[in-house]
């Protein structure tokens, strides 16, 4: 635990500085993740990249271990640390959109909620995450996973240029062209590289208004809606989007009282083009069954991306493994059935998305981002509020992983590969790639000061 002292002076520095004393602090420390729970001895809220290269002085002068905060999640914890200086650059909430040439350029704090009203003032959007809080940096960094990714790509796909301050202080613009090695890392090589300030990302043409909506359908009905779900999506144009979900039925007015607290298979369906062209295709999926609970309609882009935002709420606790899968045989889709069954906190989800699309026409090699072409992945998401039955849930998680194992390709993206997954993350890239970005970190962080992410260390 850190000592009650005043945040220091750092010169140079225009934002705001807090320490343990300070009465923001408890706030500032905190991770979304309360899993975690790190006290740094300092939180410097960089306002622009002079503020990140102060702060990035003050602890290489200081030798503080350094961690880097955008605007939002950091579910893995690595948005704080124990005594050193968080660089946070949550206020950095830049906008500049040309909606002639569908491009935009954000600052670093802010979520995808935030970055999603404002590119919908223009009727354009870039993939981000399916939860509306998502900073967009940690995403873009480490994933691109969203919604939007079979139509347009992963966020990381999407991404332009990136505006760098390095571990030595230096401020860099990385795109294409201009040091193109280093823009090729941030494509989906985390954070490993230096602190991102600005993104510039290329947007698609994407509602206001979508056909879009979630099922609610019992648990009874899994094994045929999974197995329709799965047939019905690897048929359905690039348009379709969704997912499918084991979850509890949530306590809400929408569903029925009978119904709440149980187990239920959770569908959410959207259309990313005409509304009245959506509802003609998903019709077979809309009317399946008898659903519990039927709510799609047309509804702004907006409140599609904020669908998800009730189940994993600010101050729970998580631990998540996350799985490719080249199929989805009936044997998998029994196995998940089944392991869900004996879940250890109800806010527990188990969601398989369909994949494909422009997702298998990506160009592997011109990022670090690596998607095997794979027609589906899931996210096992153990949720809890507080701290009792921790170690009861994260070994469920590791169960529920190691049970689907002979179906899945083993890998992840950054993201959503936990510190305690050892070697895995070199083989989610595989060697060639691992190897480039090692020789990146050599050449833009080889003391690794950016050591708190899913890291690659240097070579030395």
């Known amino acids: 635990m850190t000592t009650t002292r005043p945040a220091p002076r750092i010169p140079g520095f225009q934002g705001e500085l807090i320490g343990p004393a300070d009465a923001g602090y408890e706030t500032a420390r905190r991770c979304f993740n309360r899993d975690h ?4 001895s300092l939180v410097a809220r960089c306002t622009s990249p002079q503020d990140v290269r102060a702060a990035l002085r003050y602890a290489r002068e200081n030798s503080l271990g350094v961690s880097v905060r955008g605007g939002g999640h950091a ?27 569908r491009t935009g350029r954000f600052g670093a704090g802010l979520t995808w909620g935030e970055l999603d009203a404002a590119t919908q003032e223009s009727g354009l959007a870039v993939t981000g995450g399916r939860v509306s809080d998502t900073g967009v940096a940690g995403l873009t960094l480490g994933s691109g996973s969203g919604w939007l990714e079979r139509m347009y790509g992963p966020s990381a796909w999407n991404m332009l240029s990136a505006e760098v301050v390095t571990a030595d202080g230096r401020i860099l613009h990385a795109d294409e062209t201009e040091h193109a090695d280093l823009f090729w890392g941030l494509r989906g090589g985390g954070g490993n590289f230096g602190v991102v300030t600005e993104f510039g990302f290329r947007l698609h043409p994407v509602g206001p208004l979508l056909y879009a909506g979630m099922l609610l359908h019992p648990r009874s ?15 359905a144009p690039d348009e379709v989007t969704g997912a499918v979900a084991l979850i509890t039925a949530p306590p809400e007015d929408f569903v029925p009282e009978e119904a709440r607290g149980k187990p239920a298979v959770g569908v959410i369906v959207a259309y990313i083009g005409d509304p009245a062209r959506g509802e003609e295709i998903l019709k077979p999926l809309v009317e399946w069954g008898e659903p519990l609970v039927r709510m799609v309609q047309p509804m702004p882009y907006t409140a599609v991306q904020r669908m998800l935002d009730d189940g994993t709420p600010t101050g ?8 490719y899968l080249p199929e989805l045989p009936d044997e ?7 392991q869900a069954e004996s879940v250890t906190a109800p806010m527990t989800q188990v969601i398989f998305c369909p994949l494909g699309g422009e997702m298998d026409r990506l160009d592997a090699g011109a990022m670090a981002l690596a998607t095997p072409p794979v027609k ?25 992983h190691t049970a689907m194992r ?7 993206v950054p993201n959503f590969i936990c510190p305690d997954e050892g070697a895995r993350l070199r083989a989610s890239f595989g060697p060639e790639k691992y190897a480039r970005l090692v020789a990146l970190k050599d050449r833009y962080d080889p003391g690794n000061v950016f050591a708190l992410n899913q890291n690659i260390p240097p070579s030395g």
């Open 37 to 40: 729970d790190q006290h740094p």
């Open 75 to 101: 579910t893995a914890g690595f948005a704080s640390c124990e005594g050193g200086i968080v660089v946070d650059t949550g206020p950095m909430k830049r906008v500049e959109i040309d909606t002639e040439a």
């Open 221 to 235: 009905a899994a094994g045929p809606l999974t197995r329709f779900y799965r047939d019905f999506l690897e048929q």
């Open 316 to 323: 729970v606790s998580e631990y998540f493994k996350i799985d």
């Open 332 to 338: 998998a889709l029994d196995t998940a059935i089944a």
């Open 376 to 400: 589906w992945v899931y996210f096992c998401l153990t949720v809890w509020w507080g701290h009792e039955g921790r170690e009861r849930h994260i070994d469920w998680a590791r169960g529920f």
């Open 406 to 412: 002979p179906w899945t390709t083993g890998t992840s």
